[in-house]
């Protein structure tokens, strides 16, 4: 399993930015592909999910309106979209793969990370 | 800022045993499984527990993990160098409707 993404973008403040992730070594409709984000020396924030098969996307509320995700089947790849950007948007954004039970408690992790895309928002 | 709590910090010599806690709530850690992931400087995350107490193949079972109501803990025990990194919880919200992370605790060996 290999997620291989899109390099470093600079934007400017209301810009949008778009990352790809592109999937192999596996079926990729068959797992969700989630969006995680780092600013330089913070935490991990969870932004959404998207499952390709469906199409159907969750997302945090701080980036509802502002983030797009979708998906390229045919080319097994996953994008994210954010818009409307801010300095406080600038981060590592990684895509990673979920591994996720549906029924009773909810277990959602990611074993399978992409190498992460610098994503910087400067005037 | 966080919605699960973890300690900032954490420390040991090599050899020694140390614990991380991760504090939740009713809606996360208290219905869910929560998983811990291992982050190096300069690199991506990488799982470390998955469903609370399971490791992926390749990590070693000098890391354990728990979980007791809302709260859930990651142990390592004897502590080598190459443990210094950053460590972060996880587990689904039923309220949020989405994944939390705890704010993770950097580990560093003395």
């Known amino acids: 399993v290999q997620l291989v993404q899109s390099g470093t973008e600079v934007r400017k403040p209301g810009a949008s930015v778009k990352v790809s992730c592109k999937a192999s070594g596996y079926t990729f409709s068959k797992y969700d592909i989630n969006w995680v984000r780092q600013a330089a020396g913070q935490g991990l924030e969870w932004m959404g999910w998207m499952n390709p098969n469906s199409r159907h996307t969750g997302s945090a509320q701080k980036f509802q309106g502002r983030l797009t995700m979708t998906t390229n089947t045919s080319i097994s790849t996953a994008y994210m979209e954010l818009t409307s950007l801010q300095f406080e948007d600038s981060a590592i954004y990684f895509c990673a793969r979920a591994e996720s039970t549906y029924f009773g408690p909810r277990l959602y992790y990611f074993e399978h990370w992409g190498q992460g895309a610098l994503v910087t928002v400067s005037s | 800022q966080y919605v699960l709590s973890q300690p900032p910090s954490a420390s040991g010599t090599p050899g020694q045993r140390v614990t991380i806690s991760c504090s939740g709530s009713s809606s996360n850690i208290g219905r869910n499984p929560v998983n811990w992931y291992q982050q190096l400087p300069g690199a991506a995350p990488r799982l470390l527990i998955y469903?609370?107490?399971q490791r992926p193949s390749g990590v070693p079972d000098r890391f354990f993990a728990s979980k007791s109501g809302a709260s859930a803990s990651l142990a390592m025990s004897g502590l080598q160098s190459d443990d210094e990194a950053d460590y972060y919880c996880s587990t689904w919200d039923d309220s949020l409707k989405g994944l939390v992370f705890g704010g993770g605790t950097k580990v560093t060996v003395l």
């Open positions: 469903n609370s107490n």
